[in-house]
């Protein structure tokens, strides 16, 4: 019992249930007290499954968002490239400096919530002053631009309702090992009292836990 902690892995506490079981099961005369904790075990399987399928799309979610970011990224520096070519590699030129007051390392520097911010800023002023560009430039880019701002704002939409998902989880997984730690509690009282009418030691109740 004095493994456990609030803190502690799922897996640890199925390590420490499962022990507990095989133990109850093992020694007839208590083998009774073990109905409660199976019960118990049998609904581990869904929620480890679950804990499981949400690490992979939590990883595959964080990827999709770092190549999105890098892919804005990479749009806003092309942009650069083709404004500095139209100005004649001038970034004093007035057309330059309307996009790109700071450095490029400077612009591309957030994740991808204030990327997408960033991105959505320089389209709209590349669209409002588009006299000062080709329309070819300014054609190719609103639209490039445009594709993935909406590529990136469904990612971090969808990161924010498989957020709500995960604290839905650690809810779950919270309640069960709580009831696990509950279990294990009664079956410790039931043998500590199996043990004083037997005339068993504190060392033998303690046998049965991990």
Do not use: C
Not at 51 to 67: D, E, H, I
Not at 201 to 210: G, I, P
């Amino acid at each position: 019992m004095g493994k456990l902690k609030s803190d502690s892995a799922l897996m640890v506490y199925y390590e420490v249930v499962v022990f507990t079981e095989a133990a109850l099961e093992a020694y007839e005369p208590v083998a009774a007290l073990a109905a409660p904790v199976t019960l118990l075990l049998g609904s581990f399987e869904a929620l480890y499954g679950a804990q499981l399928a949400m690490v992979r799309t939590t990883q595959k979610l964080g990827a999709r968002v770092r190549v999105g970011n890098m892919r804005l990224k990479e749009a806003l520096r092309e942009l650069q490239r083709d404004v500095l070519g139209e100005v004649r590699q001038d970034r004093a030129a007035p057309a330059y400096e309307l996009l790109f007051k700071e450095n490029i390392a400077q612009t591309v520097r957030y994740g991808l919530d204030e990327q997408i911010k960033v991105a959505e800023l320089m389209r709209g002023t590349l669209v409002a002053s588009s006299d000062r560009y080709t329309a070819a430039l300014v054609e190719r880019h609103e639209a490039a631009l445009g594709a993935l701002i909406g590529r990136g704002e469904a990612l971090v939409d969808e990161r924010r309702t498989h957020e709500a998902r995960v604290s839905g989880l650690r809810l779950e997984v919270k309640a069960w090992k709580e009831e696990a730690s509950v279990a294990l509690r009664v079956v410790e009282g039931e043998l500590t009292t199996f043990a004083a009418k037997n005339r068993q030691t504190r060392a033998w109740v303690r046998m049965f836990f991990k």
